[in-house]
């Protein structure tokens, strides 16, 4: 799948959160993720943003196309590109990116906008390709 469909898979279970919300509470005072949908061609998580660490360190994503939505509080986004100065930019509830195998980025909730709640959508670039099937693996502590 192309970035702007997983887009599209992410608008579509964010704009949801009322019916997976419950399944979001908090345990144990930590920050929670829960997968939502997999499928051979992607997967889609949750992420409550409220007490996890600080932020995610950069991602590289070779190999992985994706999609983040923001269905509650705010995320800061900071893209790093070779040769730039990091980009960094808030995205509200509501809003959204997305990310193709190249894409090089970190994020963090806004802690001024209160709970951050965002849905991941992630799919490989090599499926199709002789590529296990489901969503790839990322080191966001995800399945």
Known sequence: MQPEEL???????GRDYPSWRV??????GEGIWIRLFRCRDFGVWAINWDDMPPG???LDHEGVRGAVFVARGALT????????APRAEEV????????????YHR?????????TVTVHVF???????????GAPTIDLGLP
């Open 107 to 115: 994020m963090h909730a806004v802690r001024d906008a209160g709970p």
């Open 92 to 103: 509200g509830a509501g809003k959204g990116f997305h990310f193709d195998e190249t894409f």
């Open 56 to 58: 995610t360190g950069y």
């Open 23 to 28: 399944r979001l509470a908090k345990s144990g």
């Open 123 to 133: 799919g490989s670039a090599d499926v199709g390709d002789g590529a296990a099937p």
């Open 7 to 13: 887009m599209d898979v992410a608008y579509d279970a």
């Open 77 to 84: 986004h900071e893209r790093a590109r070779l040769g730039c």
